[in-house]
């Protein structure tokens, strides 16, 4: 008779064991930032979780790197939109500023990801601009036409500035077709060979991103984002959008959301040779902010999520728990 409970009668056997071990450096924790001073604002959707100013993100970046973290993705939410999202590449931008002071105070200690899309700086909330030609009428409301061409090379500009701001990975998300290959083109034209490409490969058009658009004021003002994000019911198609974006030259892919899609994470990984992100979701973390009903009841869930995730192959967890967790495994 097998006994496969010997080995786990007791913490130490357990440990032992383990096959999969959350990893601190593995983990990137997501921030939103916006303008003015002094501004920690709660977001009412996301308990815990905050849109700084720069003034507190620097504070706030300092508790996370005593934390062990050393890893953050950025998101603006910004006051100034257009039809075109002029304003995500300005030199002087919002994302330009930050990135700016975190590299000012902490250097290459912290590595600094930016979000790379369209859909918290236009009027429409879309993550690309819109073609001319499209009238949007309350029976068409649900069909957008997205300029795909004009919407890279926009992409391509704000990656640039990122980029010479001083962030070490910049990660487009507008799912975009040839996304990558315009970004990496821009940037090894203008002397940024060096600045990595983390690909928003297999992004879903998921039910999940409630919480985050209110918390990045990127809400749809009509239609939704079907044309241009993956159908959930699709995984092959996954492995495609994955392949292009490495053939492009992404030197690191993503799946996002992840609790759903682990399935997807594990294909990726038996399938590609490069680090792959999983982005635990807006909504992920809010279910569970929701259940749990202390908090010892969320750090196990967290934790049992988390652990999930890297054990269907992530190689990088972006996740809103990042800093908590760090905390967490210290004590």
């Known amino acids: 008779m097998y006994r496969l409970r010997r080995l786990r009668k007791s913490q130490a056997l357990r440990d032992s064991a383990a096959q999969t071990h959350l990893s601190l450096s593995n983990l990137v924790m997501p921030y939103f930032v916006r303008e003015g001073r002094k501004m920690r604002q709660p977001v009412s959707a996301m308990p815990g979780v905050f849109r700084f100013s720069q003034d507190e993100l620097l504070k706030e970046v300092e508790q996370l790197r005593r934390a062990g973290i050393s890893s953050l993705i950025l998101f603006g939410v910004s006051g100034e939109k257009d039809d075109s999202g002029a304003n995500a590449y300005s030199e002087n931008g919002l994302i330009q500023k930050m990135v700016r002071a975190l590299k000012k105070n ?20 879309h993550c690309g601009v819109i073609e001319k030609s499209h009238k949007v ?4 409301s649900r069909q957008i036409k997205i300029d795909n061409n ?26 975009m077709d040839g996304q990558v290959q315009a970004i990496r083109e821009g940037l090894d034209k203008n002397g940024f060979s060096q600045t990595a490409i983390m690909g928003y490969s297999a992004k879903f058009a998921s039910n999940f991103y409630g919480p985050f658009r209110e918390a990045a004021g990127s809400g749809m003002k009509f239609g939704n984002r079907k044309s241009y994000q993956m159908d959930f019911r699709n995984s092959d198609e996954a492995l495609r959008e994955i392949e292009l974006d490495i053939q492009e030259g992404a030197d690191i892919v993503m799946v996002k959301p992840a609790l759903a899609y682990l399935d997807i994470i594990a294909k990726a990984k038996e399938n590609f040779a490069i680090p792959l992100a999983a982005f635990n979701v807006s909504g992920e973390y809010a279910m569970v902010k929701a259940y749990a009903q202390s908090v010892e009841a969320e750090k196990e869930l967290a934790i049992e999520i988390l652990t ?24």
């Open 106 to 125: 902490f250097g290459d200690e912290l590595a600094v990801i930016t979000d790379v899309c369209l859909c918290g700086y236009t009027k429409h909330g």
């Open 137 to 140: 009428t309350k029976s068409q």
């Open 150 to 175: 004009k919407t890279i090379n926009i992409l391509a500009k704000i990656a640039l500035s990122h980029a010479r701001a001083g962030a070490d990975i910049v990660a487009p998300s507008s799912m």
């Open 308 to 331: 999930s995730i890297k054990r269907a192959g992530a190689d990088i967890i972006i996740s809103y728990w990042a800093k908590d967790l760090g905390q967490w495994l210290k004590t």
